[in-house]
């Protein structure tokens, strides 16, 4: 079964600096999708960033990007010139390309912007 | 609306009670989960409607959940006999199709069971 583990219950960053947040995940599957969103404190999930996992080009969202490094299961989320709108709970999501139509989610990382 | 709407946005009741969550999904969105998000936790998967399919329930935690989708749009998430490991925030999401990947959450209900 798939489960995808992230390791930082807390993050904080001083605002304009960067921040990267960890997430990994463990899957049989070679094709696949991988998700982070984000739920501020309103509770509304909003995507923020999607991956196939058959581009090796890393996506890339304006302040966004990720580090998606296949062979080690990994996909962090670094996030540049961090603002106070970005203060939130942010959640790595996989999905399976053929079989598996349900998103598998990890624990959430909670991001505190210092102004 | 534009969105996915939920209600009501805040339930509380006691418990034993019965509970009925709504979700309406983005019109034209034929994909339509229902998640259980406990406080600090990720979302656990409940149940999953795609067009006329049977619904997948393989998340529902207890024969005390249920939930069903009429004409293809609106679903209510019922819970029988309320107790309180059943509060939690209750999420709908919605999907324009199975091909597709974006989902697009409601704000979510929570509901505190007393």
């Known amino acids: 079964a798939q489960t995808v583990t992230q390791s930082q219950p807390e993050m904080s960053v001083q605002e304009a600096e960067t921040v990267t947040l960890s997430c990994t995940y463990d899957?049989?599957?070679?094709?696949?999708?991988l998700f982070w969103y984000k739920q501020p404190p309103s509770r509304q999930m909003i995507l923020v960033i999607r991956?196939?996992?058959?581009k090796q080009q890393n996506a890339t969202e304006n302040r966004f990007s990720v580090n998606f490094q296949k062979a080690a299961k990994s996909f962090s989320l670094k996030i540049s010139d961090s603002q106070l709108g970005d203060a939130a709970m942010y959640f790595c999501?996989?999905?399976?390309?053929?079989?598996?139509?349900?998103?598998?989610w990890g624990a959430g990382t909670k991001l505190i912007i210092k102004p | 609306g534009a969105g996915v709407s939920q209600s009501p946005s805040n339930k509380v009741t006691e418990k034993g009670k019965d509970v009925e969550l709504r979700c309406d999904p983005i019109?034209?969105?034929?994909?339509l989960y229902w998640y259980r998000q406990s406080l600090g936790q990720g979302l656990e998967f409940l149940i999953y409607?795609?067009?006329?399919?049977?619904?997948?329930k393989s998340g529902l935690p207890s024969d005390r959940f249920s939930a069903e989708r009429t004409g293809g749009s609106v679903s209510t998430l019922t819970i029988q006999r309320t107790q309180q490991e059943d509060s939690a925030v209750y999420l709908c999401?919605?999907?324009?199709?199975?091909?597709?990947?974006?989902?697009?959450f409601g704000p979510g209900t929570r509901l505190t069971v007393l």
């Open positions: 999501a996989y999905r399976g390309k053929d079989s598996n139509y349900q998103l598998i």
């Open positions: 899957t049989s599957e070679s094709d696949y999708y």
């Open positions: 991956q196939e996992a058959y």
């Open positions: 019109s034209g969105h034929t994909a």
């Open positions: 409607f795609q067009g006329n399919s049977a619904p997948d």
């Open positions: 999401a919605s999907v324009r199709g199975s091909s597709y990947n974006e989902q697009f």
